[in-house]
Antibody, heavy 119, light 114 residues
Framework: QVELQESGPGLVKPSETLSLTCTVSGGSIRSYYWRWIRQPPGKGLEYIGYIYYNGNTNYNPSLKSRVTISVDTSQNQFSLKLSSVTAADTAVYYC?????????????WGRGKLVTVSS | DIVMTQSPDSLAVSLGERATINCKSSQSLLYSSNNRDSLAWYQQKPGQPPKLLIYWASMRESGVPDRFSGSGSGTDFTLTISSLQVEDVAVYYCQQYYSSPGITFGQGTRLEIK
C-alpha cells in the first residue's frame, strides 16, 4: 500500500521560504506524477504544482513565480519550496499522487502538514 | 482557468434520505478521445485528506459504497448519496482534470445530518 508523508517546519516567518518534503513508501516514485495541494484553514483546495519522476514540472500560474518542486528518486521523495511567504500562505499542505492511468485524478494523499506563516 | 462552482455550499439531510450535490464547470469537460467527462469527486472528513470517490464523472473508485453515484456531462454534474449514513458527514469537492496538468476544485459542499 502506497503511503505519502509530508515533513518540514510547521512555522515559517514572513518573506522567508517554505520547504516541505514528501516521502513515498510502499511503492516507487518512478512512472508517476506527484502533486502538491494546499488548503487554508476552513477553506477549499488549491493546486500548487506537480512533478513527474523524470523532473518535468507544472505550476499553478498564480504561484509559479514563487514555487519550485523537485524530485529525488534515490530517496523516493519530492519537495516543495515556496518563496517570499505571507500570512496568506498559511495552510495545510498535502502531497498526492496521480492515478496511474488518469492524469489529474488524485488517488493517494498524505495526511497533510499545517504550515503557519507568522513572525 | 476552468472555474468549478458547487451548489449548495451546505446541505442538511436526514439519515436514510437522498443527498444531492451539484457542480458546474465554466467550460465543457468532455474529453473527446474517450467521450468521457474529466470530473472527479472527493470526500473530506475533519482532520483527514480528501478521499477519491468518483472519476470520469460516474465511475466509482474501488471500495466506495454503491450508495455514492455520479452523473452529468458537459458542464453540469451531480453527486448523489442515495441513503445518507452517519459516516457520510463530510465536505465534498468536485474537481476537473480536463485541463490537466492544471486542475481546479470546486469550493466544497458541507454535508450534515438534519
Amino acid at each position: 500500500q502506497v503511503e505519502l508523508q509530508e515533513s518540514g517546519p510547521g512555522l515559517v516567518k514572513p518573506s522567508e521560504t517554505l520547504s516541505l518534503t514528501c516521502t513515498v513508501s510502499g511503492g516507487s516514485i518512478r512512472s508517476y506524477y506527484w502533486r502538491w495541494i494546499r488548503q487554508p484553514p476552513g477553506k477549499g483546495l488549491e493546486y500548487i504544482g506537480y512533478i513527474y519522476y523524470n523532473g518535468n514540472t507544472n505550476y499553478n500560474p498564480s504561484l509559479k513565480s514563487r514555487v519550485t518542486i523537485s524530485v529525488d528518486t534515490s530517496q523516493n521523495q519530492f519537495s516543495l519550496k515556496l518563496s517570499s511567504v505571507t500570512a496568506a500562505d498559511t495552510a495545510v499542505y498535502y502531497c498526492a499522487r496521480d492515478n496511474t492511468m488518469i492524469r489529474g485524478v488524485l488517488d493517494y494523499w498524505g495526511r497533510g502538514k499545517l504550515v503557519t506563516v507568522s513572525s | 482557468d476552468i472555474v468549478m462552482t458547487q451548489s449548495p455550499d451546505s446541505l442538511a439531510v436526514s439519515l436514510g434520505e437522498r443527498a444531492t450535490i451539484n457542480c458546474k464547470s465554466s467550460q465543457s469537460l468532455l474529453y473527446s478521445s474517450n467521450n468521457r467527462d474529466s470530473l472527479a469527486w472527493y470526500q473530506q472528513k475533519p482532520g483527514q485528506p480528501p478521499k477519491l470517490l468518483i472519476y470520469w464523472a460516474s465511475m466509482r473508485e474501488s471500495g466506495v459504497p454503491d450508495r455514492f453515484s455520479g452523473s452529468g456531462s458537459g458542464t453540469d454534474f451531480t453527486l448523489t448519496i442515495s441513503s445518507l449514513q452517519v459516516e457520510d458527514v463530510a465536505v465534498y469537492y468536485c474537481q476537473q482534470y480536463y485541463s490537466s496538468p492544471g486542475i481546479t476544485f470546486g469550493q466544497g459542499t458541507r454535508l450534515e445530518i438534519k
